[in-house]
Nanobody, 126 residues
Framework: QVQLVESGGGLVQPGGSLTLSCKTP????????MGWFRQTPGKAREFVAA????????DYADSVKARFAISRDNAKNTLCLQMNNPKPEDTAVYYC???????????????????WGQGTQVTVSS
């Protein structure tokens, strides 16, 4: 069992920046490809970004491409999502997720992931 703990959510103004973090205390972080997803009330959880175990391959949803950046520090068992120029439509609960998979692979579908964090609320508003 892998525990995922998100942090860094909160209120941010449009055009500002915010960094979300996800840690895996006690887990073997390097065994897992990681992803960020988000969900708003009444809607399905949607893909935001994903990164492979080794961190050299990654992908983004079109809605966040060129604004958000996913990264991982395998030495610190930490996944990050840098949110630049957020928009009100980015308001959601953000979740990190993990799946055990080969070195360069990552997934964009929620049903591919094995473990999920509890979520952190991000509100973009002036």
């Amino acid at each position: 069992q892998v525990q995922l703990v998100e942090s860094g959510g909160g209120l941010v103004q449009p055009g500002g920046s915010l960094t979300l973090s996800c840690k895996t205390p006690g887990g073997t972080f390097t065994d897992y490809a990681m992803g960020w997803f988000r969900q708003t009330p009444g809607k399905a959880r949607e893909f935001v970004a994903a990164i492979s175990r080794v961190g050299v391959t990654f992908d983004y949803a079109d809605s966040v491409k060129a604004r958000f950046a996913i990264s991982r520090d395998n030495a610190k068992n930490t996944l990050c999502l840098q949110m630049n120029n957020p928009k009100p439509e980015d308001t959601a609960v953000y979740y990190c997720a993990a799946v055990s998979v080969g070195g360069f692979a990552y997934y964009k579908e929620t049903n591919e992931y094995e473990y999920w964090g509890q979520g952190t609320q991000v509100t973009v508003s002036s």
